[in-house]
């Protein structure tokens, strides 16, 4: 069975995002390629077979590779939960709605023996989290404060550490799912 991992940049203070949906803070940041490097990237989507996301975060992406130009970044199948119609500029984009659950197995069948990537927002993985549908919280924090702005994760869970590494600017943590508090 896949696990369900919510990998994400946050501020220290526990936002993805500020008011207006804009991640400048994180782009500023000195970041560590290096293989071997904990929270790097490449390592972690090597082990992605389904990519999960919301509303908000699927347009901030596709309007960021329209304006510069990208391709669609996943060859992963991709479940948007959304009451909206969009476009979709990849071939394997599903748009979805309702809880979590709904939709287990056909993202478990999408995974395969690889992972669900809970993409953000907060509420959706809280919402995953809800469900019994979230292994793992993995965050990069920023050393930053916004004081407002989307958050990381707006339930009472309890999480209990496992890893804590430094990329760059970043530390990282890894965290496994309790329960709801
Ligand atoms: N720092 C990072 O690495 C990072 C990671 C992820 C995201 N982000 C950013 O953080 C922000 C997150 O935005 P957000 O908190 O608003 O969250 P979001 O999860 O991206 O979007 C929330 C929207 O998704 C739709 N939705 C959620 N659950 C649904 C369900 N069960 N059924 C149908 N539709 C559902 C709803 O939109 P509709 O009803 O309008 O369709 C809802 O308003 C974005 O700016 C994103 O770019 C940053």
């Known amino acids: 069975m896949p696990r369900y991992r919510y990998w994400t940049a946050t501020t220290l203070d526990g936002f993805l995002a500020d008011e207006q949906d804009s ?7 000195e970041q560590d390629d290096a293989p ?3 929270g790097r990237y490449d390592d972690f989507i090597a082990g992605v077979g389904a990519v999960v996301m919301g509303a908000t975060t699927y ?15 996943y060859t ?22 309702g809880p979590p659950a709904r939709h287990r197995t056909a993202l478990e069948r999408a995974a395969g023996n690889r992972d669900v990537w809970v993409v953000g927002g907060g509420a959706l993985a809280a ?15 920023a050393p930053v404060t916004l004081g407002a702005g989307r958050p990381l994760f707006p339930r009472p869970f309890d999480l209990r ?20 508090r």
């Open 23 to 29: 991640l400048d803070w994180l782009f500023v940041q």
């Open 36 to 38: 071997g490097t904990p």
């Open 59 to 73: 347009a901030w992406l596709v309007h960021h590779l329209k304006e510069s130009g990208e391709a669609w970044p």
């Open 76 to 97: 992963q199948p991709c479940l948007v939960f959304t009451h909206r119609t969009f476009e979709a500029p990849g071939d394997d984009i599903t748009f979805v709605s």
């Open 127 to 141: 919402d995953f989290a809800g469900a019994g549908m979230l292994d793992e919280v993995l965050v990069s924090i």
């Open 161 to 180: 550490l496992r890893d804590v590494g430094r990329n760059g600017a970043f530390v990282v943590a890894s965290y496994d799912v309790v329960g709801a």
